[in-house]
């Protein structure tokens, strides 16, 4: 099957993008066709700053290289490298009604965040997402819950553009891990974990093994001391089972018969323990691809070459169906 999917290069990878999309990437990078994107033409629809975006595109590239995306296995690039995704984005942007956009949770939550910054390219961010899916003509989109909607918006596309020009794009898959597509705050458990929420609430992947420490046993728990998955009354340890359970691959019911009995602080020190042992793998790799930045460029430049060979196919297509 062929699969797309990116992140936005707006800061650090946290444990909740890992858990929720990256660590599915790396599986189905073995049997798929997949495109892995850094989407900056996505991070500019909020607040950023032009001197540093550079620096947090290849810190990404680095990132996902030593998270386990591997270039011979999958194309890995940075999509505003690739034209043909805004070139696709204006396509599909003359089909879909700006009503459905204005509608989307994200644009509605951005919007109110970033109040002096509510740009076109914002509401327009579905779009070019969109675009990112069908280019590749994408059968599956690996992310966490919060882009659910965002796919399911590029489903309408595709069914619109087919219905209307003639069958062109497969029907896109959002590929959903459940358990770990929603990882929320370690500060405020009903909200979930984010890069410009609260810093204590957030573990980066590269978190220095301290503040890691120091976060979980500081993180929110509930009244009451048994350790239960129950997300109803316990969202906070619901949230930290769901957490020790993706990185241990141990079932969440074996995790609470273990901790039968036992006490919170007891259980966030192994969850420490655990997450130190598991992100001190990736901080190794890091190192050594930051001391080599030509070869990430060089594995940048191949992967957008790949993906060019599809997107220009498409756009093909996509211009001679439209009748342009
Ligand atoms: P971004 O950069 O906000 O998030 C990257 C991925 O991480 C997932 N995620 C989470 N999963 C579980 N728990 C969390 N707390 C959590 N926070 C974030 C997101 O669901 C996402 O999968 N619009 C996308 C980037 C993008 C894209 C695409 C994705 C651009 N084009 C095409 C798929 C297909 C985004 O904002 O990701």
Redesign the pocket.
Same mark, same amino acid.
């Given at each position: 099957m062929k699969i797309? $999917?990116?992140?936005?290069p707006?800061g650090g !990878?946290?444990i909740?993008? +890992?858990?929720?999309? !990256?660590n599915q990437w790396i599986s189905l990078q073995e049997n798929n066709d997949c495109y892995f *994107?850094i @989407?900056d033409l996505?991070?500019i629809t909020t607040p950023y700053d032009q001197n540093t975006l550079k620096d947090k595109i290849f810190e990404l590239a680095v990132t996902y290289l030593s998270l386990g995306i591997d270039p011979q296995k999958c194309a890995f690039f940075i999509?505003s490298k690739v034209r043909e995704h805004t070139e696709l984005a204006w396509l599909i942007g003359t089909i879909v009604p700006v009503g459905e956009l204005q509608r989307m949770t994200?644009f509605k939550d951005k919007a109110t965040q970033h109040k002096e910054y509510v740009n076109a390219g914002l509401l327009n +961010?579905p779009i070019?997402? @969109?675009a990112? !899916?069908l280019l590749y003509k $994408?059968g599956g989109?690996?992310?966490?819950?919060?882009? &659910?909607q965002?796919?399911e918006f *590029?489903r309408n596309a595709a069914e619109k553009f087919n219905k209307q020009f003639g069958e062109c794009f497969p029907i896109p898959e959002p590929l959903i891990e459940e358990k770990?597509?929603? !990882?929320? $705050?370690l500060k405020d458990p009903s909200k &979930?974990? $984010?890069?410009s929420g609260d810093q204590k609430g957030c573990i980066n992947i590269f978190e220095e093994d301290d503040s890691i420490r120091k976060k979980i046993m500081s993180a929110e728990t509930d009244t009451g001391s048994e350790i239960k998955y129950d997300l109803e009354n316990k969202k906070g340890i619901s949230n930290l089972l769901s957490i020790y359970s993706a990185f241990s691959k141990i079932e969440i019911p074996l995790i609470e018969k273990k901790y039968e009995g036992k006490k919170y602080a007891e259980f966030k020190s192994d969850l420490a323990d655990l997450l130190i042992s598991k992100l001190s793998e990736f901080k190794e790799k890091r190192y050594s691809y930051y001391k080599n930045p030509d070869l990430v460029y060089n594995m940048l430049e191949k992967g957008a070459e790949k993906a060019r060979i599809e997107a220009k196919k498409t756009i093909e297509e996509v211009k001679q169906k439209m009748g342009l």
């Open positions: 797309f $999917s990116a992140v936005r707006t !990878i946290h909740g993008n +890992y858990l929720g999309a !990256i *994107a @989407a996505h991070a999509q994200q +961010y070019l997402m @969109a990112d !899916i $994408s989109v690996p992310v966490g819950k919060d882009q &659910k965002h796919v *590029a770990q597509a929603n !990882i929320m $705050s &979930k974990m $984010s890069k």
